[in-house]
Antibody, heavy 128, light 107 residues
Framework: VQLVQSGAEVKKPGATVKISCKVSGYTFSDLYVHWVQQAPGKGLEWMGLVDCEDGEIKYAEKFQGRVTITADRSTDTANMELSSLRSEDTAVYYC??????????????????????WGQGTTVTVSS | AIQLTQSPSSLSASVGDRVTITCRAS??????LAWYQQKPGKAPNLLIFDASSLESGVPSRFSGSGSGTDFTLTVSSLQPEDFATYYCQQFHSYPLTFGGGTKVEMK
C-alpha cells in the first residue's frame, strides 16, 4: 500500500490549504484515512479521520470548524482542507491509515492495531 | 479527551543500554495503545500495537507492556539506529490522542 501526498504549500494568513492523499495498493473503501499535524520541533497531533466507505468524519475539537476531511472514491484520494490559516498552522501534515482496523458494530468503538501506513508528509508554511 | 503523558520527555543513553519510556493515560484505556518511532524528516513508524504486540519487521529488542493507565516501551539493548523520538497513541476512544513524545539522544 502507498499513500502519496501532494506537495508543499506556502499560504498567507487567512487563506485555505487543501492537501491530498492518494491511496494505492489497497481497497480504498476499506480504510479510514487519518490526518496528523506536526508543528516544527513539536509532537504529533491527531486532526481527524474520514471513513472512505461512507464519508463519515470525526474531528478533533481543536480543529473543528476549520478542518474539512473528505474521501473521493472515484480517485481513491482523501483530502484535508484547513481554513483561516494562521502562523501556528505552519507544520507538516501526514495522512495515515491502519490497514487492519475493524469497524465497530453500531455504536461500539472501532478496533485499531496502529497506523501502519503513512504518507510522506506535506509541509505547509503560513507566512505573510 | 484522553490525555497521554510520556516520561521522560528526553533521555541520553549509550549503545547497548536498556531504555524504558513510560506513557500514562488520564483514564483507563485497556490495551488500546500503540508505540511509534520517528526519525527527523520522516513519518512515524509503528513498533507496538495493542500495548504489547510487536509489529511485523520490528526488531525483538523492542517490547511493550501495560494495561489500564500505565504503559511502557522498552528497548533491551539500544542500537545506533534507535536514536529517535518515540510516541504513544491511544485508540480507546475518539478523539485519538498522542503522547508528547520522548527523544532518545546519544550520551
Amino acid at each position: 500500500v502507498q499513500l502519496v501526498q501532494s506537495g508543499a504549500e506556502v499560504k498567507k494568513p487567512g487563506a485555505t490549504v487543501k492537501i491530498s492523499c492518494k491511496v494505492s495498493g489497497y481497497t480504498f473503501s476499506d480504510l479510514y484515512v487519518h490526518w496528523v499535524q506536526q508543528a516544527p520541533g513539536k509532537g504529533l497531533e491527531w486532526m481527524g479521520l474520514v471513513d472512505c466507505e461512507d464519508g463519515e468524519i470525526k474531528y478533533a475539537e481543536k480543529f473543528q470548524g476549520r478542518v474539512t476531511i473528505t474521501a473521493d472514491r472515484s480517485t481513491d484520494t482523501a483530502n484535508m482542507e484547513l481554513s483561516s490559516l494562521r502562523s501556528e498552522d505552519t507544520a507538516v501534515y501526514y495522512c495515515a491509515t491502519d490497514l487492519n482496523m475493524v469497524r465497530g458494530a453500531l455504536a461500539a468503538m472501532d478496533f485499531y492495531y496502529g497506523m501502519d501506513a503513512w504518507g510522506q508528509g506535506t509541509t505547509v508554511t503560513v507566512s505573510s | 479527551a484522553i490525555q497521554l503523558t510520556q516520561s521522560p520527555s528526553s533521555l541520553s543513553a549509550s549503545v547497548g543500554d536498556r531504555v524504558t519510556i513510560t506513557c500514562r493515560a488520564s483514564q483507563g484505556i485497556t490495551t488500546a495503545l500503540a508505540w511509534y518511532q520517528q526519525k527527523p524528516g520522516k513519518a512515524p513508524n509503528l513498533l507496538i500495537f495493542d500495548a504489547s504486540s510487536l509489529e511485523s519487521g520490528v526488531p525483538s529488542r523492542f517490547s511493550g507492556s501495560g494495561s489500564g493507565t500505565d504503559f511502557t516501551l522498552t528497548v533491551s539493548s539500544l542500537q545506533p539506529e534507535d536514536f529517535a523520538t518515540y510516541y504513544c497513541q491511544q485508540f480507546h476512544s475518539y478523539p485519538l490522542t498522542f503522547g508528547g513524545g520522548t527523544k532518545v539522544e546519544m550520551k
